[in-house]
T-cell receptor, first 109, second 116 residues
């Protein structure tokens, strides 16, 4: 199956700082999504981004499918950005999905 | 409100006592899936369903059963729970199983299961 590697595993920032989270994957995919799991355990879909770049407020994501990686950018981080960020992938025309182990982000006031 | 609803939110049971975790979505989604989340292991897929009466195994299906008799419901059944099934379980759905942005996943709030 697809191998997914996220880095860094942990990240501690001061409020207002910027950060880049990375997701590397081992095979071609047609479905890549980024999720935020908040400290209460809720999983929120941030982006559906199999290729290209998308932006939503302070967050943006870029996927370079040919080089098998995706990046999640968080600018001007806030304490509410704390939590775990996951990337998830599905191979072409497949129902099976694979999640990375996540990046735990802590934003300090 | 569009949502994926799981019940119960918390469940404590004993080894061998059959249980069902319910999952329902009100978005007319074709695709539904179950995941378990364990510390340090991310989310692992248990079973998924591309549509009514169509289910398939994910990466960790052993000890679990599912059914998809109606589009909106996708219950997870543990026939004989064991302590290694203690975990946080999530149900998710998307409009389609394959095909562009319709694959965007929406998650329920999770069920914390403890098997003693």
């Amino acid at each position: 199956g697809i191998q997914v590697e996220q880095s860094p595993p942990d990240l501690i920032l001061q409020e207002g700082a910027n950060s880049t989270l990375r997701c590397n994957f081992s095979d071609s995919v047609n479905n890549l999504q980024w999720f935020h799991q908040n400290p209460w355990g809720q999983l929120i879909n941030l982006f559906y981004i199999p290729s290209g770049t998308k932006q939503n407020g302070r967050l943006s994501a870029t996927t370079v499918a040919t080089e098998r990686y995706s990046l999640l950018y968080i600018s001007s981080s806030q304490t509410t950005d704390s939590g775990v960020y996951f990337c998830a992938l599905k191979a072409n025309n497949a129902g099976k999905s694979t999640f990375g182990d996540g990046t735990t982000l802590t934003v300090k006031p | 409100e569009a949502q994926v609803t799981q019940n119960p939110r918390y469940l404590i049971t004993v080894t061998g006592k059959k249980l069902t975790v319910t999952c329902s979505q009100n978005m007319n989604h074709e695709y539904m899936s179950w995941y378990r989340q364990d510390p340090g292991l991310g989310l692992r897929q248990i079973y998924y369903s591309m549509n009514v009466e169509v289910t398939d195994k994910g990466d960790v299906p052993e000890g679990y059963k599912v059914s998809r008799k109606e589009k909106r419901n996708f219950p997870l059944i543990l026939e004989s729970p064991s302590p290694n099934q203690t975990s946080l379980y999530f149900c998710a759905s998307s409009l389609f199983g394959t095909g562009g942005s319709g694959e965007k996943l929406f998650f329920g709030s999770g069920t914390q299961l403890s098997v003693l």
